[in-house]
C-alpha cells in the first residue's frame, strides 16, 4: 500500500498495529513499511538481504543526506512478536536542520522504548510514495513483504515523546479491548 505525497518531514513520527502470519523467531525477513530512495534506506522490518543487517532482529534502520550515520534501531523478536498477535510499533526520528545540532530517534514496542540512535545527519531525500507491506526499491531487498495485517497508521510531523507514544498505545489497547477485534 503506497502513501501519495511526502509525507516524511525532517522530525516525525510513524505508528501502527501489526499482526503478522510469522513468528518472531522465524528465520526469514519481512518488509512492513519502506521509504528508501536510491542509496538511502529508511525501512522497518524483521531483518533483510544485506550483510550488515541481523536478519533475526526487528529494526528500524536508515541513514541521513550523505549516506554516512548509519542508524539501527533493533531488538530480538523471538518470543515478542507471536504469529497472529497484534502489537503496536512507533518510531520516530529527528534529523539535524540548520541552527540545531543532531538530534535522535526511537522505536517503541507496545508502548515500551527498545532502541534509541543519536548523532543524526540532515534529513535524506526519500520516496515520495513510502510503501507499507513491500519494499519501494531493491537497495537492500528483502524477500517478504510484511505478511500480515496493518492497521490504524498515522504519519506525524512531530516526534511522540516516550510519556505520548505510551499513552496512545494504552488507549488504542483500551479501544480494541472494547471492541473485541481480532
Known sequence: MEIPGKVLKPKGTIEFWFKPSWDGGDGEDFR???ASMGGIYFFISKGAGHGD???AEFEFYFEDKVDKDWQQLEF???GEVKKNGWFHIAATWEFTTKGKSSQEACL???GEEIAKGNGLGEFPVLHVNPRFGLEVIKYVPSKNGAQGLID??????KVLTKK???VIWVSRCQWILKRNWH
Not at 490504524?152 to 510531523?157: D, L, Q
Open 32 to 34: 512492513i513499511f519502506d
Open 108 to 110: 517503541y514496542f507496545s
Open 164 to 166: 505520548r507514544s505510551n
Open 76 to 78: 530480538d523478536p523471538k
Open 152 to 157: 490504524n497508521i498515522a504519519i506525524y510531523s
Open 53 to 55: 543487517i541481523n536478519s
